[in-house]
């Protein structure tokens, strides 16, 4: 039994050997792009991440593997900015994008545009501003 072990490991030496000497596989799939009409599949709790207000005129939405999107609204979403949940009105096609609509306590806002999009920007520190503020006082 001893013999096979070593007859084996003295047969696959020269293999591990000539993959060691090979460069390691490189990522081939090409960067995501960026503004192009995009969906997401099934909207729920589940596929959506994250969500934040782009004020009235849009909305950054995350998607469970980390991609972030971004909605236009057709007209203003008026209560956006002071929801803490969102729903997704699909009219039966089970994706978010384009045709689809927000509903932000009771209204209904329809998305003209949903692309894919970096990430939103990031939030002002407000502490830092009302340091600054006392600062420039004294």
Same mark, same amino acid.
Request: with cysteine; aromatic share 8%.
């Given at each position: 039994?001893? #013999?096979?072990?070593?007859?084996?490991?003295?047969?696959?030496?020269?293999?591990s050997?000539?993959?060691? #000497?090979?460069?390691?596989?490189? =990522?081939?799939?090409?960067? @995501?792009?960026?503004? /192009?009409?995009?969906?997401?599949?099934?909207?729920?709790? =589940? *596929?959506?991440? #994250?969500? @934040?207000?782009?004020?009235?005129?849009?909305i950054?939405?995350?998607?469970?593997?980390?991609?972030?999107?971004?909605?236009?609204?057709?007209?203003?979403?008026?209560?956006?900015?002071?929801? *803490?949940?969102?729903? /997704?009105?699909? @009219?039966?096609?089970?994706?978010?994008?384009?045709?689809?609509?927000?509903? /932000?306590?009771?209204?209904?806002c329809?998305?003209? *545009?949903? /692309?894919?999009?970096?990430?939103?920007?990031?939030?002002?520190?407000? *502490?830092?501003?009302?340091?600054?503020?006392? =600062?420039?006082? #004294?």
């Amino acid at each position: 039994m001893k #013999n096979l072990a070593l007859s084996l490991a003295a047969a696959l030496l020269p293999l591990s050997a000539a993959a060691a #000497n090979e460069p390691a596989p490189t =990522s081939t799939a090409p960067p @995501r792009a960026l503004g /192009v009409e995009a969906s997401i599949v099934f909207p729920s709790d =589940s *596929s959506i991440r #994250n969500w @934040r207000a782009d004020r009235g005129r849009g909305i950054w939405i995350q998607d469970r593997r980390g991609d972030w999107y971004y909605g236009v609204f057709a007209g203003y979403c008026r209560d956006l900015d002071f929801a *803490s949940a969102i729903g /997704v009105e699909t @009219r039966g096609a089970g994706r978010l994008d384009r045709f689809a609509a927000i509903l /932000v306590r009771g209204e209904r806002c329809p998305l003209s *545009s949903f /692309v894919t999009s970096d990430g939103p920007p990031p939030r002002r520190d407000k *502490s830092k501003d009302i340091m600054g503020e006392k =600062s420039g006082t #004294n």
